[in-house]
């Protein structure tokens, strides 16, 4: 499946020293977003300066400043699924409120503990226009959730699909609530509650 930046490219690196130039000026990209918190603020010369490129090499893979740009935020979203990928399968064999306990950990870390990255980033989304590619991601983390779960013996739903949706929209609720509101409720009781509500909800009833 095609990665959420690959529209952005000018062409697709083919060689691994290319790709590594493509991340190394994504990677770049998103820093200057995240320290400088103003997508305006971001130019082309120093995210190819800090990026060990010179801008001709950048212009190589991005039209413009506006693909350079859309092509980090949707790094930042195909990053962030392809760890939940990796964290999903880590997490089989555990029991069920383990693997909860992972699944919920691994979003409160990736998206709250740093509050101003995860806000520039979701600005610069929204500025792009790319809040609907944002969803189709969402959709992505929910349809890999899926695919866990019906893989698990101890998940007793019948609405699998329906349920994983319902888990993840919740869980991005719960982490754009510690990201934007200035006194948000204690992490540490939002979390203990999520834990017992998604494994009680995927548990299903008590089994005969």
């Known amino acids: 499946m095609a990665s959420f930046y690959e529209r952005f490219l000018k062409k697709k690196p083919q060689q691994s020293r290319s790709r590594g130039v493509v991340e190394a000026i994504l990677t770049s990209a998103l820093d200057r977003v995240s320290r400088l918190g103003e997508p305006d603020a971001v130019s082309v010369q120093d995210v190819a300066a800090r990026a060990g490129v010179g801008t001709a090499s950048l212009y190589d893979y991005f039209k413009d ?20 990928h990796a964290l999903l399968e880590a997490s089989s064999a555990l029991p069920l409120r383990v693997a909860i306990e992972n699944v919920v950990d691994h979003a409160l870390e990736t998206y709250a503990i740093d509050p101003a990255r995860s806000q520039s980033i979701l600005r610069l989304t929204m500025r792009l226009g790319l809040m609907p590619t944002l969803a189709q991601s969402q959709a992505r983390f929910a349809s890999s959730l899926a695919d866990a779960l019906r893989q698990r013996s101890d998940v007793h739903v019948t609405d699998v699909d329906g349920a994983a949706w319902v888990v993840t ?12 509101d200035a006194n948000p409720p204690d992490r540490a009781s939002m979390r203990a509650a999520a834990v017992e509500i998604f494994t009680t909800a995927l548990a299903g009833p008590p089994q005969r």
């Open 65 to 84: 400043r506006g693909d350079l740009l859309s092509a980090a935020a949707m790094k930042a979203a195909q990053d962030n699924l392809d760890a939940f």
């Open 169 to 180: 929209q919740s869980m991005m609720g719960i982490v754009h609530t510690l990201v934007w």
